[in-house]
């Protein structure tokens, strides 16, 4: 079955240090990686994705994921993290055994502290 | 140009009431999605609409929810009778085209709440 691993359910840094979210997938064939972001109040918002070619994917907000498929890994990072990244983070892949549906990671909480 | 807009955002309703919750998607986009998120879980598709039909609804819990999407444009989502373990953070999202490499916006969701 397809599936989506996000293991912390919180990550916590100080404001300027380095972040890293992670997520691990279990696809057949080739995957596509998304990764959405939720601030308080507000909906999903699409930060960034992979479909393929380079391994280093950059998105919105300075966001940026690696993806390493011999480790079926798709974390997402951030070299200096702001207060106002605090929010909500959803690793997802597209299921292709059929259909357009997206399947969604549990989701990790991030606390940047000032 | 608006995104996809949910209403309400908020939802409190006694066990055996019904709610219908309501999604307008983005302009011109044929395709609505509804997923809900449950206690903190991950979230889940519930169906995809392609204009007024429904594409795939393999995600549905059960009978007691029907979607629709009468005319192509919104959709509602009516749950009936609801039950406690309903509660929980209802999504909806549209797009254009429905490709395997491009992303669908979301709206803001719904919470609902079943006491």
């Known amino acids: 079955a397809q599936s989506v691993a996000q293991p912390e359910d919180q990550v916590n840094v100080a404001e300027g240090n380095p972040l890293t979210v992670k997520c691990t997938y279990s696809?057949?064939?080739?995957?596509?990686l998304f990764w959405y972001v939720q601030y308080p109040n507000r909906g999903l918002q699409f930060l960034l994705k992979?479909?393929?070619?380079?391994?280093l994917v950059k998105g919105s907000y300075g966001f940026e994921a690696e993806f390493n498929k011999s480790q079926t890994s798709f974390h997402l990072k951030k070299p200096s993290a702001l207060v106002s990244d605090s929010a909500l983070y959803f690793c997802a892949v597209r299921d292709n055994t059929g259909g357009f549906k997206t399947i969604f990671g549990a989701g990790t909480r991030l606390f940047v502290k000032a | 140009e608006a995104g996809v807009t949910q209403f309400p955002s908020h939802s409190v309703i006694e066990k055996g009431q019904t709610v219908t919750l309501r999604c307008d998607p983005i302009s011109g986009h044929d395709n609505l999605y509804w997923y809900r998120r449950v206690m903190g879980k991950e979230i889940k598709f519930l169906l995809h609409f392609v204009k007024e039909s429904k594409q795939d609804e393999s995600g549905m819990p059960n009978n007691r929810f029907l979607a629709e999407r009468t005319g192509g444009t919104y959709s509602t989502l009516k749950v009936q009778p609801a039950e406690l373990e309903d509660s929980g953070v209802y999504f909806c999202a549209s797009s254009q085209v429905p490709r395997m490499n491009t992303e669908a916006f979301f709206g803001q969701g719904t919470r609902l709440t079943v006491v």
């Open positions: 696809v057949s064939g080739n995957p596509y």
């Open positions: 992979y479909i393929t070619g380079d391994n």
